[in-house]
């Protein structure tokens, strides 16, 4: 719909709840623009947290099981609750976290560093997708749900949705900063982190858990948004460099601007028609992404 800015303000001061235009403000677009900030921030923020503590530039919330986790719970709620709208996005909140778990109890097996994280984050999404495709092929019907979720979007997004899951990502985003100062120290190296007397484990794992409850969150209303967790904290980076306590805002603010310009694109270029916004974001990201790549010099991660 096509509403002049005066007719926006005047229509919210009025509080008319029986205007069209007071009711698309206030049930469409304020919680979907609430929604794409929550969504570019969690994601970028939980992107800059694993890309830093990992020390893999290619590093994102899909790499730790985050995605494969939420993805399974929701197509189990949609297979066997469909009428169940709120209880998906709970299960794919709770599915992201408990996959986060069960790669670092696996990795933890073998001393939990880095590189056993990430085989062990590509064995469980593995294993996870063998299960929810299973399930597609029993339950066909789940399949329309299904590539909803995978693209990702924030139509129908309603502040009931958003409540819980943006109280998550502000404390979770608040503790990302606390621990921004020893993911400093655990991007050294795991020998320097360890004589400068950080608790490596503890750290690792206090950090992989708050990048997954930030990722969790976004994808419980949001699905599998693409391309935010990865490219934003490199584009943070080339601005601000390294250092975490300024990067995980940056990259929280970057993200938030990147998500909003997404949707909106997502909105205006075919309208009336509207394209899911998780392809808009494969449509920017993957070039600037293949940009970042070239730009890099063999043996170095970031820079």
């Known amino acids: 719909a096509k509403i002049s800015l005066s007719d926006i303000i005047s229509s919210m001061l009025q509080g008319d709840h029986s205007s069209n235009t007071y009711r698309i403000i206030s049930y469409v677009r304020i919680p979907r623009t609430i929604a794409a ?3 570019g921030c969690a994601l970028s923020v939980a ?3 694993l890309q830093s503590v990992l020390n893999n530039s290619l590093a994102s919330p899909s790499i730790i099981g985050v995605n494969s986790g939420a993805g399974l719970f929701f197509v189990l709620t949609a297979a066997f609750f469909p009428t169940s709208i709120h209880l998906s996005t709970i299960a794919a909140f709770v599915g992201a976290i ?3 778990f069960l790669v670092y109890f696996i990795a933890n097996k073998t001393g939990a560093s880095r590189m056993a994280i990430v085989l062990s984050g590509v064995a469980v999404s593995s294993f996870i997708g063998a299960i929810t495709n299973t399930i597609l092929t029993l339950k066909p019907d789940t399949l329309i749900a299904r590539a909803a979720f995978i693209i990702g979007g924030f139509s129908g997004v309603t502040l009931d949705r958003v409540a819980f899951a943006g109280v998550i990502i502000i404390i979770g985003f608040i503790i990302a900063l606390i621990l921004s100062y020893d993911m400093n120290v655990l991007a050294l190296g795991d020998e320097s982190a360890k004589s400068l007397g950080l608790n490596i484990a503890r750290i690792r794992f206090f950090s992989l858990t708050i990048a997954a409850i930030l990722a969790g969150s976004a994808i419980s209303f949001a699905g599998l948004i693409g391309f935010v967790g990865l490219i934003v904290p490199h584009a943070s980076r080339l601005l601000v460099g390294h250092d975490n306590r300024i990067l995980i805002p940056v990259s929280a603010l970057l993200g938030s601007i ?3 310009l997404c949707d ?4 205006v ?4 028609y509207e394209i899911p916004v998780g392809i808009i974001m494969s449509f920017l990201g993957g070039p600037f992404f293949i940009y970042l790549l070239m730009k890099r010099r063999r043996g170095q991660l970031y820079d």
Not at 269 to 272: E, G, M, V, W, Y
């Open 47 to 49: 992107g800059a947290i």
């Open 269 to 272: 270029l075919f309208a009336p």
């Open 258 to 260: 990147f998500s909003l």
């Open 98 to 100: 408990l996959a986060v």
């Open 264 to 267: 909106l694109l997502a909105r």
């Open 37 to 39: 900030v929550l969504v």
